[in-house]
Antibody, heavy 115, light 112 residues
Framework: EVQLVESGGGLEKPGGSLRLSCTAS????????MSWVRQPPGKGLEWVGR??????????DYVAPVQGRFTISRDDSKNRVYLQMNGLKTEDTAVYYC??????WGQGTLVTVSS | DVVMTQSPLSLPVTLGQPASISCRSS???????????LSWFQQRPGQSPRRLVY???NRDSGVPDRFSGSGSGTDFTLKISRVEAEDVGVYYC?????????FGQGTRLEIK
Protein backbone atom coordinates (compact mmCIF):
# COMPACT_ATOMS: atom_id res chain seq x y z
CA GLU A 1 0.00 0.00 0.00
CA VAL A 2 1.35 3.41 -0.97
CA GLN A 3 1.80 5.75 1.98
CA LEU A 4 3.02 9.33 2.11
CA VAL A 5 3.54 11.06 5.44
CA GLU A 6 4.38 14.77 5.61
CA SER A 7 5.96 16.54 8.57
CA GLY A 8 7.62 19.81 9.46
CA GLY A 9 4.76 22.27 9.27
CA GLY A 10 4.16 24.95 11.86
CA LEU A 11 4.02 28.66 12.56
CA GLU A 12 6.71 30.88 11.10
CA LYS A 13 7.14 34.63 10.76
CA PRO A 14 7.25 36.39 7.40
CA GLY A 15 10.74 36.16 5.96
CA GLY A 16 11.47 32.96 7.87
CA SER A 17 12.22 29.43 6.71
CA LEU A 18 10.73 25.98 7.14
CA ARG A 19 11.63 22.57 5.78
CA LEU A 20 8.92 20.04 5.11
CA SER A 21 9.58 16.33 4.75
CA CYS A 22 7.57 13.59 3.10
CA THR A 23 8.37 9.95 3.84
CA ALA A 24 7.17 7.42 1.29
CA SER A 25 6.56 3.69 1.43
CA UNK A 26 4.85 1.00 -0.59
CA UNK A 27 6.51 1.70 -3.94
CA UNK A 28 9.95 2.02 -5.54
CA UNK A 29 10.61 5.62 -4.55
CA UNK A 30 13.72 6.20 -6.68
CA UNK A 31 11.76 5.53 -9.88
CA UNK A 32 9.06 8.13 -9.28
CA UNK A 33 8.70 11.87 -9.78
CA MET A 34 7.46 13.50 -6.58
CA SER A 35 5.54 16.74 -6.22
CA TRP A 36 4.27 19.20 -3.65
CA VAL A 37 0.80 20.75 -3.84
CA ARG A 38 -0.65 23.31 -1.44
CA GLN A 39 -4.10 24.42 -0.37
CA PRO A 40 -4.70 27.71 1.45
CA PRO A 41 -7.35 27.44 4.18
CA GLY A 42 -10.80 27.22 2.59
CA LYS A 43 -9.43 27.56 -0.93
CA GLY A 44 -8.46 25.40 -3.90
CA LEU A 45 -5.39 23.41 -4.86
CA GLU A 46 -2.17 24.83 -6.29
CA TRP A 47 0.80 22.87 -7.62
CA VAL A 48 4.05 24.03 -5.97
CA GLY A 49 6.74 22.04 -7.73
CA ARG A 50 8.13 18.66 -8.69
CA UNK A 51 11.36 16.70 -8.73
CA UNK A 52 12.28 14.10 -11.31
CA UNK A 53 14.20 10.92 -10.57
CA UNK A 54 17.94 10.97 -9.95
CA UNK A 55 18.43 8.95 -13.12
CA UNK A 56 16.80 11.87 -14.94
CA UNK A 57 19.07 14.34 -13.19
CA UNK A 58 16.81 15.13 -10.24
CA UNK A 59 15.60 18.16 -12.16
CA UNK A 60 13.13 20.44 -10.38
CA ASP A 61 10.38 22.73 -11.63
CA TYR A 62 8.42 25.31 -9.66
CA VAL A 63 5.43 27.55 -10.12
CA ALA A 64 6.13 31.26 -10.45
CA PRO A 65 4.95 32.37 -6.96
CA VAL A 66 7.58 30.19 -5.25
CA GLN A 67 10.38 30.20 -7.83
CA GLY A 68 13.63 31.31 -6.21
CA ARG A 69 12.29 30.87 -2.65
CA PHE A 70 11.37 27.19 -2.46
CA THR A 71 13.63 24.21 -3.19
CA ILE A 72 12.61 20.58 -3.60
CA SER A 73 15.15 17.82 -2.99
CA ARG A 74 15.06 14.09 -2.49
CA ASP A 75 16.99 11.41 -0.61
CA ASP A 76 16.32 8.06 -2.26
CA SER A 77 18.23 6.22 0.48
CA LYS A 78 15.59 7.40 2.97
CA ASN A 79 12.58 7.43 0.62
CA ARG A 80 12.09 11.10 1.40
CA VAL A 81 11.33 14.25 -0.50
CA TYR A 82 11.83 17.68 1.02
CA LEU A 83 10.46 21.16 0.49
CA GLN A 84 12.78 23.91 1.74
CA MET A 85 10.82 27.14 2.02
CA ASN A 86 12.74 30.39 2.44
CA GLY A 87 11.55 33.97 2.43
CA LEU A 88 8.12 32.91 3.60
CA LYS A 89 5.19 35.22 2.91
CA THR A 90 1.75 35.34 4.51
CA GLU A 91 0.30 34.07 1.22
CA ASP A 92 2.30 30.85 1.64
CA THR A 93 -0.04 29.87 4.48
CA ALA A 94 -1.56 26.56 3.39
CA VAL A 95 -1.75 22.83 3.93
CA TYR A 96 1.12 21.31 1.97
CA TYR A 97 0.66 17.87 0.44
CA CYS A 98 3.23 15.64 -1.17
CA UNK A 99 1.96 13.51 -3.99
CA UNK A 100 3.14 10.64 -6.19
CA UNK A 101 1.95 11.23 -9.74
CA UNK A 102 -1.20 12.83 -8.25
CA UNK A 103 -2.28 9.21 -7.73
CA UNK A 104 -1.43 9.11 -4.02
CA TRP A 105 -1.45 11.95 -1.50
CA GLY A 106 -0.24 12.41 2.03
CA GLN A 107 -2.40 13.75 4.84
CA GLY A 108 -0.83 17.19 4.53
CA THR A 109 1.01 19.46 6.94
CA LEU A 110 -0.16 22.97 7.83
CA VAL A 111 2.19 25.90 7.35
CA THR A 112 1.10 29.20 8.88
CA VAL A 113 3.05 32.36 8.10
CA SER A 114 2.11 35.18 10.42
CA SER A 115 3.75 37.81 12.56
CA ASP B 1 -0.75 28.84 -17.34
CA VAL B 2 -3.71 26.80 -18.55
CA VAL B 3 -6.91 28.00 -16.93
CA MET B 4 -9.38 25.32 -15.88
CA THR B 5 -12.97 26.49 -15.49
CA GLN B 6 -15.50 24.31 -13.68
CA SER B 7 -19.27 24.62 -13.57
CA PRO B 8 -21.33 24.66 -11.55
CA LEU B 9 -19.39 25.76 -8.46
CA SER B 10 -22.17 24.53 -6.19
CA LEU B 11 -24.16 21.38 -6.89
CA PRO B 12 -27.09 20.42 -4.63
CA VAL B 13 -28.26 16.91 -5.49
CA THR B 14 -30.97 14.61 -4.16
CA LEU B 15 -29.75 11.21 -2.97
CA GLY B 16 -30.01 8.64 -5.74
CA GLN B 17 -30.12 11.26 -8.48
CA PRO B 18 -27.41 11.84 -11.09
CA ALA B 19 -24.91 14.68 -11.02
CA SER B 20 -22.66 16.21 -13.64
CA ILE B 21 -19.69 18.59 -13.43
CA SER B 22 -18.20 20.38 -16.42
CA CYS B 23 -14.57 21.38 -16.82
CA ARG B 24 -13.17 23.48 -19.65
CA SER B 25 -9.54 24.26 -20.35
CA SER B 26 -8.14 27.41 -21.96
CA UNK B 27 -6.17 25.29 -24.43
CA UNK B 28 -6.15 21.76 -25.74
CA UNK B 29 -5.04 19.11 -23.28
CA UNK B 30 -3.86 16.65 -25.91
CA UNK B 31 -0.20 15.93 -25.24
CA UNK B 32 2.43 15.19 -27.88
CA UNK B 33 2.17 11.48 -27.05
CA UNK B 34 -1.49 11.51 -28.03
CA UNK B 35 -2.83 11.15 -24.50
CA UNK B 36 -4.97 13.72 -22.71
CA UNK B 37 -3.89 14.33 -19.14
CA LEU B 38 -7.11 15.39 -17.48
CA SER B 39 -7.88 14.06 -14.01
CA TRP B 40 -10.70 14.40 -11.51
CA PHE B 41 -10.29 14.53 -7.74
CA GLN B 42 -12.65 14.27 -4.81
CA GLN B 43 -11.91 16.01 -1.53
CA ARG B 44 -14.21 15.02 1.30
CA PRO B 45 -14.46 17.40 4.27
CA GLY B 46 -11.28 17.34 6.31
CA GLN B 47 -9.52 14.89 3.99
CA SER B 48 -6.76 14.95 1.39
CA PRO B 49 -7.64 14.94 -2.29
CA ARG B 50 -8.32 11.54 -3.80
CA ARG B 51 -7.93 10.92 -7.50
CA LEU B 52 -11.01 9.37 -9.10
CA VAL B 53 -10.25 9.49 -12.80
CA TYR B 54 -7.10 9.94 -14.88
CA UNK B 55 -6.52 10.49 -18.59
CA UNK B 56 -10.13 11.63 -19.04
CA UNK B 57 -11.98 8.38 -18.46
CA ASN B 58 -9.87 5.86 -16.52
CA ARG B 59 -11.16 5.16 -13.03
CA ASP B 60 -8.61 4.68 -10.26
CA SER B 61 -8.57 1.46 -8.30
CA GLY B 62 -11.38 1.27 -5.75
CA VAL B 63 -13.44 4.07 -7.31
CA PRO B 64 -17.11 3.06 -7.62
CA ASP B 65 -18.33 2.62 -11.16
CA ARG B 66 -21.04 5.24 -10.61
CA PHE B 67 -18.25 7.75 -11.33
CA SER B 68 -17.38 8.24 -14.99
CA GLY B 69 -15.29 10.74 -16.92
CA SER B 70 -15.60 11.80 -20.53
CA GLY B 71 -14.60 14.51 -22.96
CA SER B 72 -11.86 15.55 -25.31
CA GLY B 73 -9.75 18.52 -26.33
CA THR B 74 -10.89 21.30 -24.03
CA ASP B 75 -14.26 20.06 -22.72
CA PHE B 76 -14.60 17.41 -20.04
CA THR B 77 -17.29 16.03 -17.76
CA LEU B 78 -17.46 14.03 -14.55
CA LYS B 79 -20.73 12.20 -14.02
CA ILE B 80 -22.07 10.46 -10.95
CA SER B 81 -24.89 8.13 -11.95
CA ARG B 82 -26.57 7.99 -8.53
CA VAL B 83 -25.33 10.26 -5.77
CA GLU B 84 -24.74 8.70 -2.36
CA ALA B 85 -24.19 10.44 0.98
CA GLU B 86 -20.46 9.63 0.92
CA ASP B 87 -20.07 11.67 -2.29
CA VAL B 88 -20.39 14.96 -0.42
CA GLY B 89 -17.30 17.11 -0.88
CA VAL B 90 -15.46 19.25 -3.39
CA TYR B 91 -14.55 17.97 -6.84
CA TYR B 92 -11.64 19.32 -8.85
CA CYS B 93 -10.51 18.77 -12.40
CA UNK B 94 -6.79 19.06 -13.10
CA UNK B 95 -4.74 19.21 -16.27
CA UNK B 96 -1.31 17.61 -16.34
CA UNK B 97 -0.53 18.17 -19.99
CA UNK B 98 1.10 21.59 -19.70
CA UNK B 99 3.51 22.75 -16.96
CA UNK B 100 2.47 23.71 -14.38
CA UNK B 101 -0.43 21.38 -13.67
CA UNK B 102 -3.49 23.47 -12.87
CA PHE B 103 -6.76 22.80 -11.10
CA GLY B 104 -10.26 24.04 -11.57
CA GLN B 105 -11.84 26.17 -8.82
CA GLY B 106 -13.69 23.20 -7.38
CA THR B 107 -17.36 22.16 -7.36
CA ARG B 108 -19.01 21.69 -3.98
CA LEU B 109 -21.46 18.79 -4.03
CA GLU B 110 -24.06 18.75 -1.27
CA ILE B 111 -27.14 16.70 -0.58
CA LYS B 112 -30.42 18.53 -1.03
Amino acid sequence: EVQLVESGGGLEKPGGSLRLSCTASGFTFRNVWMSWVRQPPGKGLEWVGRIKTESEGGTTDYVAPVQGRFTISRDDSKNRVYLQMNGLKTEDTAVYYCTKDSEAWGQGTLVTVSS
Amino acid sequence: DVVMTQSPLSLPVTLGQPASISCRSSQSLVYSDGDTYLSWFQQRPGQSPRRLVYKVSNRDSGVPDRFSGSGSGTDFTLKISRVEAEDVGVYYCMQGTHWPPTFGQGTRLEIK
